[in-house]
């Protein structure tokens, strides 16, 4: 089991910058790929980056490349979504994510989510 607890949302105004955090605790962090996801009101859950156990191979969607960032720290058993150039449209729960394969193929576990309120 794994338990998935993100951080770092909130409101900022448009062009702004917010960094997320996603602490893990519980099976050993660095066995699992991680990735974020956000769902804005009546939408449905959308993918945004994925990151192996190393860190080594990252993807990001296309929608939030280059303005989007997804690190981790096996270290601190934290991943990181970095988010720039904030627009309104990014106004959305936030959710970390984990897989034994990858994020992008199948979820294991979810994060209880953040809010990101993006202001104009």
């Known amino acids: 089991q794994v338990q998935l607890v993100e951080s770092g949302g909130g409101l900022v105004q448009a062009g702004g910058s917010l960094r997320l955090s996603c602490a893990a605790s519980?099976?050993?962090?660095?066995?699992?790929?991680m990735g974020w996801f956000r769902q804005a009101p009546g939408n449905e859950r959308e993918f945004l980056a994925s990151i192996d156990w190393s860190g080594a191979s990252t993807y990001v969607t296309e929608s939030v490349k280059g303005r989007f960032t997804i690190s981790r720290d096996n270290a601190k058993n934290t991943a990181y979504l970095q988010m720039n150039s904030l627009k309104p449209e990014d106004t959305a729960v936030y959710y970390c994510?984990?897989?034994?394969?990858?994020?992008?193929?199948?979820?294991?576990?979810w994060g209880q989510g953040t809010q990101v309120t993006v202001s104009s």
């Open positions: 994510a984990a897989s034994l394969t990858s994020t992008r193929e199948s979820v294991d576990y």
């Open positions: 519980g099976r050993t962090f660095s066995v699992y790929a």
